[in-house]
C-alpha cells in the first residue's frame, strides 16, 4: 500500500545571495502550495483550480524571482492565460539567453566543427521541458507542480542544487488550463453526491476534448501553437517530459520505454536517451517502495500525433508517463480481483520483466498520483543533469546525421499554382514554418521546395511521404501488435496538395529563396460588373459564401454546360475586402450563368449528446473556422419534434447509435449515471423527429458511425452498413476487419452536388467501420452513390494500415438520399477528421449547401 506523504511544513527561506546578482534581495518566505492556497494540496476531495495555480506560480516567481521566472504562452481557447515557469539556479537563470543561443545552435549544429560542438555542450544546460494535465480528468500533475516547483526552488541540499546547476526546467503546469478548470467546476459541484467523480456530460476541452493530444502535426488548436512556438522556436529543449494519467485496475504507473512498433524515421538515440530515463523512474520508484511499475506498455513508439513523440523525428528526447487514476481527487477501493491487464505489454496481470513489481490493489488517491508523480519529475530531472553533455551532444549529433544521411539535392516540391486548391498548398507550406522546418521559395516563384537534408529533414520525410505500418508479431503465430492511434498522416494526401519528391541542381538550389512566412496567393476583383465568379474547388469559397451571406450578399453556385462548378457573387462593399482575405480572386461577369442556384442562408443545427463526441467538438470547430453559424442541438429539443421549425441542416457527428439513441457510453456493462437532465439519448421519440425533420425538408448529414442512427428500421432506408453485425450494430471483430486510421483510394460522382469541385478520385481519411450497401428502393425514396471503394482490395490502400479491406471491395464510401421533401447525407469515411483532411473538407460543406438547392 503506498504510505500517505506528509505535507511539506511551513518553510521560511531566505533568499540567498547570488553572485552575479546586483544587490542582496529582502528575506522572502516561500509559502508552501497548502499555506498559499489554505487547504491541503492533494488531500482526498481537494483540488486547486488552474487560477489558483497560477497565483501561486506568480507568488513564488515574486517570492524567488532568481529563481523562478513565469513565461506567458499565451491565451486559451476561452482566454485563460497559459504559463510556463522556468526553474533554475540564478546563474543559469541570469544568462538564460545565452543557454536559449546555445540549444538553438545545438539543435542545427551546421557549420559547426565537432570542437565547437563539445565546447556547446560543456557551457551549456539541458533544458527540460515537463508538461502537466493535457487531459483535464488527468488532474494529479496540475497539483504536482506547484508542489514540485516549491521544492525545487526551496531546496538546500547539494544534490538538487548541482541538478539546478546543469539544468533548465521549464514547467507548465496545466497544457489544457480551460479543461482544468471545467474539470475541478464539475468536480466540486458534485461533492457529496451519487455522482461524486464521475464523468462530466461535455469535452474537456472547448472544441476537441482529448484530442488536445492528437494536434501536435496539424496544430490547429491556439494552445498546440503557443507550446510549439516555445519549443521549436524559442527554447529548444533537449527532453520532453508530458505526465498523464490512465485507468483504474491496471498497472500504477507506465515509465519509458515505449511499447512496439517502432517508426523507422526517428534515430535510435532517441530511443536509447529515453530508456536512460525510464532506467531511472524505475529505480528511483522502487527505491522509495513503490509498486506497480510498468514499461513496454501500451503506448508505441510509432505514431507522432502527440505532445513530445512529434519531437522524435525533430532529434529530440521525449516520454511519457501514465500513472492509475483515482476518482479525480476522490479515493478508489480496488479488489485484488478487479486488477487486470489486457494492453499490449500486460496481456494478464501479473509479474513480468517489464512489471517485476506487481501492485497487489487497495486504496487509489490523488496523493498517490502526486506521489509517484513527484519522483518521476525529481528523476527526469536527475537523469538530464546527470547526463547533460551527453544530451546536448545527442541532440546536435541527431540533427547532424539528418542532414548527413540525406540526400542534399533532394527536395519536397509543392508546386503553388498547379493545384486544386493553390491556399491549402500554401497551407502546407505555412504549417512546416510553423513546425520549424525550412521551406523555399523556388527561383521562378512556381513551387515552395523543402529539403530532406536539414536538421528537421526526418520529420519532413514523415509527414510528407507515405506510412507503412509495421506488422510486429510478439509471438510465432500470434497476431500484429495494433497502433496506440491511427496508422497514416501523410500531410498531402490528407490535405489533398500534390507533391512530389525531386531532385534539383546545384543552379536551382541556389535561386531559391528560403522563407520566413509563407507568401498567400493574392485575392480580389477583378473587372468590373454586376457579379462575380470563381471556381468552386477551394475550400475557402465556403468561407467566402459564408462571409458574403452575413454581410447580407447573395451567392449562387452554378455548373455551366454541366462542367466545373463556379461559385458567383452579387456585387456588394465587403467583397473585394473579404475576397482578398480569403486569398480567392474572382472575376467580374455581366449576368448570372443559366441554372444558377442561390445558396440560401440555412440554420445548420450540430447534435450534441452527454455522451461527449469528440468529433462534434471538431465539427464545431471545424464550421465556425469557415464561418458556418453552427448551433448544437440537445436530446432533449431533438424528442421534442418539430425540429423543422428550428433548422434546415441537422448533422450528427460520430458517435455510437447506443450514445445517441440511448445515452449510453458503452454496448453492455455498468455505466455510471450522469445528473438526471443529463441522461437518455434522443430515444424512439428523436428517431421519429429525425424522420419527421427529413419527410418534411430536412437534410440530415451523418458523420462516420452515426450513419447507423439512421440505418435502423425506424428509417428504413435502402442501405445498410457492411462493417457492423447484428441488430445492435456491432462492428466486426478487428481480426476480420481493421483499419484504424488509413488513407484509402475512394472513386466520385463529381456530377453529385456533394462532390461538385472535388478531382475524381481522391484520399479518403477512414477510421470507423461503417461503408454502404445500397439496394434499389421504391419510388418514394431515391439514391446516389457519391463516393465508393475500388473493385479490388489491392488497391484500396494508399497509406496506413489495412486489414480485411476485400470487405471494402466496390463498397460506397459516401451515399445520399432524398425522401418526401428532404434529403440524407451519409459520409463513412472521415470527411473533416480532427481538421486534418482539409483534402474532403469540400464535401461537407458542399452537403450542407445541397440543404438550400
Ligand atoms: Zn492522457
Not at 538550389?509 to 477583378?526: D, F, H, N, R
Amino acid at each position: 500500500m503506498p504510505r500517505r506523504r506528509n505535507m511539506p511544513v511551513v518553510v521560511v527561506f531566505c533568499a540567498i545571495l547570488s553572485l552575479t546578482s546586483m544587490a542582496q534581495k529582502p528575506a522572502s518566505r516561500v509559502l508552501a502550495p497548502s499555506e498559499f492556497l489554505k487547504f491541503e494540496v492533494g488531500a482526498d476531495r481537494k483540488l486547486a483550480d488552474y487560477r489558483q495555480i497560477v497565483s501561486y506560480f506568480k507568488a513564488l516567481a515574486a517570492a524567488v524571482p532568481d529563481r523562478l521566472e513565469l513565461e506567458t504562452l499565451g491565451k486559451t481557447t476561452l482566454g485563460e492565460e497559459m504559463i510556463m515557469a522556468v526553474i533554475s539556479s540564478p546563474e543559469n537563470l541570469h544568462k538564460k539567453a545565452r543557454y536559449q543561443e546555445i540549444a538553438r545552435k545545438l539543435a542545427d549544429p551546421r557549420g559547426l566543427s565537432q570542437e565547437q560542438i563539445d565546447a556547446l555542450a560543456r557551457e551549456g544546460k539541458t533544458i527540460l521541458l515537463l508538461t502537466c494535465n493535457i487531459h483535464s480528468t488527468e488532474i494529479g500533475s496540475s497539483q504536482m507542480a506547484m508542489e514540485w516547483a516549491y521544492k525545487l526552488v526551496t531546496a538546500q541540499d547539494e544534490e538538487t542544487k548541482r541538478r539546478l546547476d546543469s539544468s533548465i526546467v521549464l514547467l507548465v503546469p496545466s497544457l489544457n488550463p480551460d479543461g482544468q478548470i471545467m474539470v475541478t467546476e464539475w468536480y466540486r459541484k458534485y461533492l457529496g453526491t451519487k455522482y461524486e467523480g464521475g464523468p462530466m456530460p461535455y469535452l474537456y476541452h472547448h472544441y476537441v476534448g482529448h484530442d488536445n493530444n492528437r494536434d501536435w502535426y496539424m496544430l490547429t488548436q491556439v494552445e498546440t501553437r503557443n507550446v510549439n512556438r516555445a519549443v521549436y522556436h524559442e527554447w529548444f529543449p533537449q527532453f520532453w517530459l508530458d505526465e498523464h494519467q490512465m485507468g483504474f485496475y491496471g498497472p500504477r504507473i507506465y515509465i519509458p520505454p515505449n511499447a512496439d512498433p517502432v517508426a523507422k524515421l526517428v534515430n535510435p538515440l532517441v530511443h536509447r536517451g529515453n530508456n536512460l530515463m525510464g532506467a531511472t523512474m524505475g529505480w528511483r520508484l522502487e527505491e522509495a517502495g513503490k509498486s506497480g511499475v510498468i514499461y513496454g506498455y501500451s503506448f508505441d513508439a510509432y505514431w507522432p500525433g502527440g505532445t513530445r513523440n512529434t519531437g522524435w523525428w525533430k532529434n529530440m528526447f521525449g516520454v511519457l508517463t501514465e500513472v492509475a487514476s483515482a476518482r479525480i481527487a476522490t479515493p478508489l477501493e480496488v479488489s485484488p480481483t478487479e486488477l487486470q491487464g489486457g494492453a499490449k505489454g500486460l496481456i494478464t496481470y501479473e509479474q513480468q520483466i517489464n512489471f517485476p513489481n506487481p501492485w497487489p490493489g487497495g486504496t487509489w488517491r490523488l496523493r498517490d498520483i502526486m506521489d509517484y508523480e513527484l519522483l518521476v519529475s525529481d528523476a527526469a530531472l536527475e537523469t538530464v543533469s546527470k547526463y547533460r553533455q551527453e544530451m546536448l551532444r545527442g541532440v546536435a549529433s541527431m540533427a547532424g546525421q539528418a542532414v548527413q544521411t540525406a540526400d542534399a539535392n533532394q527536395f519536397w516540391r509543392i508546386p503553388i499554382d498547379d493545384q486544386r486548391d493553390p491556399i491549402t498548398a500554401t497551407r502546407l507550406a505555412a504549417l512546416m514554418l510553423e513546425h520549424g522546418v525550412e521551406v523555399r521559395l523556388a527561383g521562378d516563384k512556381k513551387s515552395f521546395l523543402i529539403a530532406t537534408a536539414q536538421p528537421y529533414g526526418r520529420f519532413v520525410e514523415e509527414m510528407m511521404g507515405l506510412q507503412r505500418y509495421p506488422e510486429v508479431k510478439p509471438a510465432p503465430n500470434s497476431g500484429i501488435l495494433e497502433p496506440y492511434d491511427v496508422a497514416a498522416w501523410s500531410l498531402p494526401l490528407m490535405m489533398g496538395v500534390k507533391a512530389e519528391k525531386v531532385m534539383l541542381a546545384p543552379g536551382e538550389q541556389q535561386s531559391a529563396t528560403l522563407l520566413k512566412q509563407a507568401p498567400w496567393p493574392g485575392g480580389g476583383l477583378e473587372g468590373n460588373g454586376p457579379y462575380y465568379s470563381t471556381p468552386d474547388d477551394k475550400n475557402n469559397v465556403s468561407a467566402l459564401i459564408n462571409a458574403m451571406q452575413k454581410a447580407g450578399g447573395q451567392a449562387f453556385i452554378a455548373r455551366p454546360g454541366n462542367q466545373s462548378p463556379v461559385a458567383i457573387f452579387a456585387a456588394h462593399a465587403q467583397l473585394a475586402a473579404t475576397a482578398e482575405k480569403l486569398h480567392l480572386r474572382l472575376q467580374a461577369v455581366p449576368a448570372l450563368p443559366a441554372g444558377a442556384i442561390q445558396v440560401k442562408p440555412l440554420r445548420l443545427a450540430l447534435y450534441k449528446s452527454y455522451i461527449p463526441s469528440i468529433d462534434e467538438g471538431w465539427t464545431r470547430f471545424l464550421l465556425e473556422q469557415y464561418g458556418f453559424a453552427v448551433k448544437n442541438v440537445e436530446n432533449k429539443e431533438v424528442r421534442a419534434g418539430n425540429l423543422n421549425a428550428a433548422w434546415d441542416v441537422i448533422i450528427l457527428p460520430d458517435s455510437a447509435r447506443d450514445a445517441v439513441v440511448e445515452g449510453k457510453p458503452g454496448r453492455e456493462g455498468y455505466f455510471e449515471e450522469l445528473p438526471p437532465e443529463y441522461t437518455g439519448g434522443i430515444g424512439k421519440e428523436g428517431l421519429r423527429a429525425l424522420r419527421d425533420f427529413v419527410e418534411k425538408g430536412g437534410t440530415i448529414i451523418t458523420l462516420a458511425r452515426a450513419a447507423d442512427v439512421l440505418t435502423g428500421e425506424e428509417f428504413n432506408l435502402p442501405v445498410r452498413n457492411v462493417l457492423v453485425t447484428g441488430a445492435d450494430k456491432r462492428p466486426l471483430p478487428t481480426s476480420e476487419f481493421n483499419i484504424p486510421g488509413s488513407l484509402l483510394r475512394i472513386d466520385l460522382d463529381t456530377k453529385h452536388p456533394v462532390a461538385w469541385g472535388m478531382p475524381a478520385e481522391i484520399a479518403g481519411f477512414f477510421d470507423s467501420p461503417v461503408a454502404f450497401q445500397t439496394s434499389a428502393p421504391a419510388p418514394d425514396i431515391q439514391r446516389s452513390i457519391i463516393a465508393w471503394y475500388p473493385e479490388d482490395a489491392r488497391d484500396i490502400l494508399i497509406s496506413g494500415y489495412v486489414h480485411g479491406a476485400e470487405r471494402l471491395e466496390r463498397k460506397a464510401a459516401a451515399v445520399s438520399f432524398t425522401r418526401g421533401k428532404g434529403k440524407i447525407v451519409m459520409f463513412g469515411f472521415r470527411v473533416q477528421h480532427r481538421a486534418q483532411t482539409e483534402g474532403t473538407f469540400q464535401m461537407l460543406f458542399n452537403a450542407i449547401y445541397w440543404a438550400t438547392m
